[in-house]
């Protein structure tokens, strides 16, 4: 079945403490990227990548990394978690940027002390 | 910078009735224009994509209409149903793939 998961589904964690959400995707796709969601601001890009070794920052990049050594892999990293990037974050990915469905994946709900 | 815009943010209507979301956007230089559908706590589902070349697209009950020149997309689902409740997004992409959301309208159909 083609489609994106995300893991962890849930989180929580302690301001600090460095943790990973991994992103995977089965169907090829070369674009994929990271959004949160947040109410009252709704969905918002943090990074985005066009393929293999290239990555670029979205509209909320701070205190976010990620990295793209695979094709579908796209693991978003908080170094150091603070309170406001408590969120809902999903991760999506396309054939290619621009042209084409996005697919999302299920989200991941975090929560930092 | 592009702005996305859905009128109205709730809307409740009973079973059977027609709906009409709609969705404006500030910058008409975009690539496509998709509809996502998000239930509670649930990821986003890609309902239509309408490329910027297109005037509309079709899937099933639901029927998206884009006019590029004045910023506007309406979303029309037929004969609704309790299983159609759910928020609806709107999302513009420009040549990077980056989708800029709208805030979204809850729908609710009552049996």
């Known amino acids: 079945e083609a489609q994106v998961t995300q893991n962890p589904r849930y989180l929580i964690t302690v301001t600090g403490k460095k943790l990973t959400v991994t992103c995977s995707q089965n169907?090829?796709?070369?674009?994929m990227s990271w959004y949160r969601q947040d109410p009252g601001l709704g969905l918002r890009q943090i990074y985005y990548?066009?393929?293999?070794?290239?990555?670029d920052k979205g509209d909320v990049p701070e205190g976010y990394k990620v990295s793209r050594k695979e094709k579908r892999n796209f693991p978003l990293i908080l170094e150091s978690p603070s309170p406001n990037q408590t969120s809902l974050y999903f991760c999506?990915?396309?054939?290619?940027?621009?042209?084409?469905?996005?697919?999302f994946g299920p989200g991941t709900r975090l929560l930092v002390l | 910078k592009q702005e996305v815009t859905q009128i109205p943010a709730a809307l409740s209507v009973p079973e059977g009735e027609n709906l009409v979301l709609n969705c404006s956007f500030t910058?008409?230089?975009?690539?496509?224009l998709q509809w996502f559908r998000q239930d509670p706590g649930k990821g986003l589902t890609s309902l239509l994509l309408?490329?910027?070349?297109?005037r509309e697209q079709t899937s099933g009950r639901l029927n998206a209409s884009l006019d590029k020149s004045s910023g506007r997309s309406t979303l029309y689902i037929a004969a609704s149903q309790p299983g159609d409740s759910a928020t609806y997004l709107c999302?513009?992409?420009?040549?990077?793939?980056?989708?800029?959301f709208g805030a979204g309208t809850q729908v609710v159909v009552t049996p």
């Open positions: 169907m090829n796709h070369e674009y």
């Open positions: 990548s066009m393929n293999v070794e290239v990555t």
């Open positions: 910058d008409s230089a975009i690539y496509n």
């Open positions: 309408i490329q910027s070349s297109q």
């Open positions: 999302a513009v992409a420009d040549s990077w793939g980056k989708l800029q």
């Open positions: 999506a990915s396309s054939l290619i940027q621009g042209l084409e469905t996005q697919y």
